[in-house]
């Protein structure tokens, strides 16, 4: 009975383990500006996003792409304010300080990035290279 009581104890522990690592896999994994969906106020996915003044807001559902499409105004006012400034588009380029061109951009994080020209896009891929 020791025995059985003992493994049933290790089998626990294991089995916390592996869902405390899983559950830091998928926060991880989820590259998103904003958590929750402006629409419906569930979890984003990465696989809907519209874009919003140059930046990417993330939703639930195509339905919620759709919806949030017809009034972004009013989603976005529904978004907390850590999550608005998530979303603002970077004014200077990361690299040179200088302004931005709006047609120079790589995804970083699961948000565009901007710079002002294209050396600065390629020295930002070299110190970041999962930018696309």
């Known amino acids: ?19 405390i690592g899983a559950a830091a896999d998928d926060t991880e994994k989820k590259q ?7 629409v ?10 519209a874009e919003y ?4 807001v993330y939703v639930c559902c195509e339905g919620c792409v759709n919806e949030f499409k017809k009034n972004p105004e009013t989603f976005v ?18 690299v040179s300080g200088e302004p ?5 951009f790589v995804e970083f994080e699961g948000r565009k990035v901007y710079f002002c020209c294209d050396g600065c896009i ?11």
Do not use: W
Not at 32 to 38: F, H, I, R, S
Not at 40 to 49: F, I
Not at 122 to 132: C, N, R, V
């Open 122 to 132: 390629e020295k930002y891929k070299k110190d970041h290279p999962s930018a696309k």
């Open 32 to 38: 998103v500006t904003n958590k929750l969906c402006p």
């Open 77 to 94: 006012a529904k978004m907390s304010k850590e999550e608005r400034e998530l979303i603002k588009t970077n004014e200077v380029c990361p």
């Open 53 to 56: 003044n140059g930046q990417y």
């Open 100 to 104: 931005i061109v709006k047609t120079k």
């Open 40 to 49: 419906s106020g569930g979890p984003v996915s990465e696989k809907y996003r």
């Open 1 to 19: 009975m020791r025995r059985i009581t003992v493994a049933f104890f290790l089998l626990m522990l294991i089995a916390g383990a592996v869902a």
